[in-house]
């Protein structure tokens, strides 16, 4: 019982932290969209993207989560994420142009992109999360939240509620031993003044 307590601990424990830190970081998402009216998030020189077509999809399908490193040096096959006509696209290098800049395509794509400006690429993806994205959405659902912290809450008092219970039942148990024990040197004690007496 107490092995399964303690497991159930850690796996609350952790569970914890990992909401804290998908808080924290939407809290901070937000903060870099809305206040400082930044167009993506950034994270020291890292950004997640949630992909939302299948320009890519031999290679990253709809809702997987890619991360972008920026980079300085891009090379042919490279997939990069870059501004273009306003949107933010995630293509394949697919020649490197002598002035700098790059053509790109999606690999589904039958076309190529237009000349993409070395200034306007964000970073290189270096990390590719299947379907991470419906997990985002999950939690960045206040309703999901709410929920998860109210039971983890429940959990911990539960948990707590039982230790206590434990506790004084150990006391009670050492209370009767204890008692026990009294009563067994009591009777030795008074067997032993009877002895004393007949003799």
Same mark, same amino acid.
């Given at each position: 019982?107490?092995?399964?307590?303690?497991?159930?601990?850690?796996?609350?424990?952790?569970?914890?932290?990992?909401?804290?830190?998908?808080?924290?970081?939407?809290?901070?998402?937000?903060?870099?969209?809305?206040?400082?009216?930044?167009?993506?998030?950034?994270?020291?020189?890292?950004?997640?993207?949630?992909?939302?077509?299948?320009?890519?999809?031999?290679?990253?399908?709809?809702?997987?989560?890619?991360?972008?490193?920026?980079?300085?040096?891009?090379?042919? %096959?490279?997939? =990069?994420?870059? +501004?273009? #006509?306003?949107?933010? $696209? *995630?293509?394949?290098? /697919?020649?490197?142009?002598?002035? @700098?800049?790059?053509?790109?395509?999606?690999?589904?794509?039958?076309?190529?992109?237009?000349?993409?400006?070395?200034?306007?690429?964000?970073?290189?993806?270096?990390?590719?999360?299947?379907?991470? %994205?419906?997990? =985002?959405?999950? +939690?960045? #659902?206040?309703?999901? $939240? *709410?929920?998860?912290? /109210?039971?983890?809450?429940?959990? @911990?008092?539960?948990?707590?509620?039982?230790?206590?219970?434990?506790?004084?039942?150990?006391?009670?148990?050492?209370?009767?031993?204890?008692?026990?024990?009294?009563?067994?040197?009591?009777?030795?004690?008074?067997?032993?003044?009877?002895?004393?007496?007949?003799?």
């Amino acid at each position: 019982m107490k092995l399964i307590e303690k497991l159930v601990n850690i796996i609350l424990n952790f569970t914890f932290i990992i909401v804290i830190l998908l808080i924290m970081l939407i809290i901070y998402s937000y903060i870099q969209l809305n206040i400082l009216k930044q167009e993506y998030n950034t994270f020291f020189g890292f950004s997640i993207f949630n992909i939302s077509s299948g320009s890519m999809k031999e290679t990253i399908q709809i809702d997987d989560i890619i991360i972008i490193k920026e980079e300085d040096s891009l090379n042919n %096959g490279d997939i =990069i994420t870059f +501004f273009q #006509d306003d949107q933010i $696209i *995630t293509h394949r290098i /697919i020649e490197v142009l002598d002035d @700098g800049n790059f053509i790109t395509k999606g690999d589904a794509n039958n076309s190529k992109d237009s000349k993409v400006y070395k200034q306007n690429v964000i970073g290189k993806v270096i990390k590719i999360i299947p379907k991470g %994205g419906v997990w =985002i959405k999950v +939690f960045s #659902d206040s309703k999901v $939240i *709410t929920c998860i912290c /109210i039971t983890l809450i429940f959990i @911990g008092i539960t948990i707590k509620n039982n230790e206590e219970e434990d506790t004084k039942k150990r006391k009670r148990n050492r209370n009767h031993f204890s008692g026990f024990l009294k009563n067994v040197r009591g009777n030795l004690i008074n067997d032993k003044k009877k002895k004393e007496k007949k003799e």
